[in-house]
T-cell receptor, first 115, second 108 residues
Framework: NAGVTQTPKFQVLKTGQSMTLQCAQD?????MSWYRQDPGMGLRLIHY???????DQGEVPNGYNVSRSTTEDFPLRLLSAAPSQTSVYFC??????????????FGPGTRLTVT | GIQVEQSPPDLILQEGANSTLRCNFS?????LQWFHQNPWGQLINLFY???GTKQNGRLSATTVATERYSLLYISSSQTTDSGVYFC??????????FGAGTRLAVHP
């Protein structure tokens, strides 16, 4: 299993440009999430999904869109990039089991700079 | 919402020393995870520990859910232990609430 994969690893955008960060998992996990990490801080939840076709907002959703058409993929779209969106973005997946309810597994991250 | 506080914010150790990192949370939680973020930014799952004690090599963790805290123990620290240690609790389905982290530097 590749686990949680993210592309690209690095991206530089100009203010106002749009782009999509890709996230995929091959563990058949039902839950997927996007977080951002700003310098010196912990991660904050942007959007999450509890299954294909179902998404919801997290703590910092403004400026981002998501969709979940398949179990495996959960892309994050930046509609009009702003310098405040400069951050490292992590995708995570999880599942519910009696042994490890919602234990989350993270991808390697995408480092985004908006100039 | 749930607040997660970690202490100390920064820690400097000599190789071979032991340390204890603390995580306090403001409300009852079902799930708690400890992560290590290495200097390259990768997040590594250390423990899933909603309660009780677990050990994995030189690392161990204890969560006392009724008193709303968790401890991460690092024994015989190595330079490869350097990085940031995060505690995170689950709110709702799968929404992790992270603490600000403890930055650990282990010197040879």
């Amino acid at each position: 299993n590749a686990g949680v994969t993210q592309t690209p690893k690095f991206q530089v955008l100009k203010t106002g440009q749009s782009m999509t960060l890709q996230c995929a998992q091959d563990m058949n996990h039902e839950y997927m999430s996007w977080y951002r990490q700003d310098p010196g801080m912990g991660l904050r939840l942007i959007h999450y999904s509890v299954g294909a076709g179902i998404t919801d907002q997290g703590e910092v959703p403004n400026g981002y869109n998501v969709s979940r058409s398949t179990t495996e993929d959960f892309p994050l779209r930046l509609l009009s990039a702003a310098p405040s969106q400069t951050s490292v973005y992590f995708c995570a997946s999880s599942y519910e089991s009696p042994q490890s309810s919602y234990e989350q597994y993270f991808g390697p991250g995408t480092r985004l700079t908006v100039t | 919402g749930i607040q997660v506080e970690q202490s100390p914010p920064d820690l400097i150790l000599q190789e071979g020393a032991n340390s204890t990192l603390r995580c306090n949370f403001s409300d009852s939680v079902n799930n708690l995870q400890w992560f290590h973020q290495n200097p390259w930014g990768q997040l590594i799952n250390l423990f899933y520990i909603p309660s009780g004690t677990k050990q994995n090599g030189r690392l161990s963790a204890t969560t006392v859910a009724t008193e709303r805290y968790s401890l991460l123990y690092i024994s015989s620290s190595q330079t490869t232990d350097s990085g940031v240690y995060f505690c995170a609790v689950v709110s709702g389905y799968n929404k992790l609430i992270f603490g600000a982290g403890t930055r650990l530097a282990v010197h040879p």
